[in-house]
């Protein structure tokens, strides 16, 4: 994780270099694999990495990585761990503001959001944070 903190230092290295967003991609994918341990830590720690950096480079970042963490959070928009739920739901927000186009990849993530909203687990706080 303090390897990922040095990404902002690398962009200002290399602003519009294919090697930088090659090393992103690599950096996703990484914590793509932290998202599948069974260590809940390790999960709401990657998720908020990727918060950050999609803070940091929002438009900049490319699609087919956003479509790329829309795929591997959208399972997390559950009953099963709200927090991991709100932290999935905060990086969607980012990426459908970023690129809000209509794509196959939201469909899942919708119809996740729409059984977590239904849940009998779920109080009237969260349902807000839904809509």
């Known amino acids: 994780m303090k390897a990922l903190s040095k990404i902002p230092t690398f962009q200002l290295k290399f602003p519009n270099s ?12 990484e914590l793509f694999n932290l ?7 390790l999960k709401i720690s990657a998720l908020e990495v990727m918060k950050m950096i999609l803070g940091i480079f929002e438009a900049n970042l ?6 790329s963490i829309v795929s ?16 999935s739901m905060d990086l969607l927000i980012l990426i459908i503001n ?24 779920i109080q009237s706080q969260s349902v807000d944070k839904l809509k």
Do not use: H
């Not at 294919?18 to 994918?29: I, P």
């Open 35 to 41: 998202l599948q341990k069974q260590d809940r830590t």
């Open 72 to 87: 591997n959070i959208s399972t997390f928009v559950s009953d099963e761990d709200f927090y991991l739920a709100q932290l």
């Open 98 to 121: 970023i690129n809000p186009t209509r794509s196959a990849e939201y469909d899942q993530v919708i119809q996740n959001s729409v059984t977590l909203c239904r849940s009998s687990l």
């Open 62 to 67: 490319p699609t087919n990585l956003q479509k």
């Open 18 to 29: 294919n090697e930088f967003y090659t090393l992103l991609g690599a950096y996703y994918d």
